[in-house]
């Protein structure tokens, strides 16, 4: 009796495992299959080069007739986000008819469970505005924004102080200030809404917000610390030691 049930068990345990190398195959197979097709986006001379990364403005030129051949193929990219170093490039998407729709859609509209970066809805990217928000996925396998959580430590933060934002007017060079991280969601009391910012009417307005953030903050460089009038980019993730957490990168152009 007692051996008949160790094997059950034993089969049990071998299909269980089974199904569950198989499920960690396909995902991590199915985010290579959407990295190659980001990372065939732009010819391979540029798209990971020390050109493509220069704050020169030669090679934005040498960008420009790509990004314009991409946006001819899906007219919803609005740019291109690279931080030096990482993994992150990739195109960022907006569609304010529909602000999550590339949540788990690739560049060609199809079904990606990476989904792409994506503009708030309430983001001008072009002008831009004070605050330009840009949201992703943070993959296990360090795709789209997985790159974001070594943010966290003290090293990689001093190291990778660079975001560099391609639009289709200009390039747009940022230096990372700080990482905060917290909840959102109906039921957090007097939750952050940061995800709602777009313009500052007023320096008071400015000063309520950086409050907010750097009271949640991780970690930060005072060196690199906004004032009022100054463009904020902030990059949005999943975070995992919160129930419906985030973690959100601020960086400021100069």
Wanted: charged share 25%; aromatic share 14%.
């Amino acid at each position: 009796m007692k051996k008949g049930l160790t094997i059950v068990l034993i089969a049990v345990c071998v299909v269980v495992f089974g199904i569950s190398a198989y499920q960690l195959i396909k995902y991590y197979s199915a985010d290579k299959a959407a990295e190659n097709d980001f990372g065939n986006l732009l010819p391979p001379d540029l798209a990971g080069s020390e050109v493509a990364a220069s704050d020169e403005k030669s090679a934005y030129d040498l960008l420009l007739p790509f990004y314009r051949d991409l946006r001819e193929q899906n007219d919803d990219m609005v740019g291109w986000l690279r931080i030096p170093g990482t993994r992150i490039s990739y195109p960022v998407m907006q569609t304010v008819y529909s602000p999550e729709y590339y949540l788990d859609k690739n560049f060609k509209r199809e079904y990606s469970a990476s989904g792409s970066l994506f503009a708030s809805s309430i983001s001008d990217v072009d002008l831009p505005s004070d605050v330009v928000i840009i949201f992703g996925h943070r993959m296990k396998t360090g795709a789209m924004l997985g790159s974001l959580g070594n943010y966290l430590k003290a090293d990689f933060f001093s190291e990778h102080e660079k975001v560099l934002f391609d639009t289709f007017t200009g390039r747009n060079e940022y230096k990372v200030y700080m990482v905060f991280t917290l909840a959102v969601g109906p039921e957090v009391e007097n939750e952050f809404e940061y995800f709602n910012y777009n313009m500052f009417r007023d320096k008071e307005a400015f000063d309520s917000f950086m409050a907010r953030a750097q009271a949640l903050a991780v970690i930060e460089n005072p060196a690199n610390a906004p004032s009022f009038g100054d463009k904020l980019l902030l990059l949005s993730t999943c975070e995992y030691t919160h129930d419906n957490g985030r973690l959100v990168l601020i960086a400021v152009r100069r």
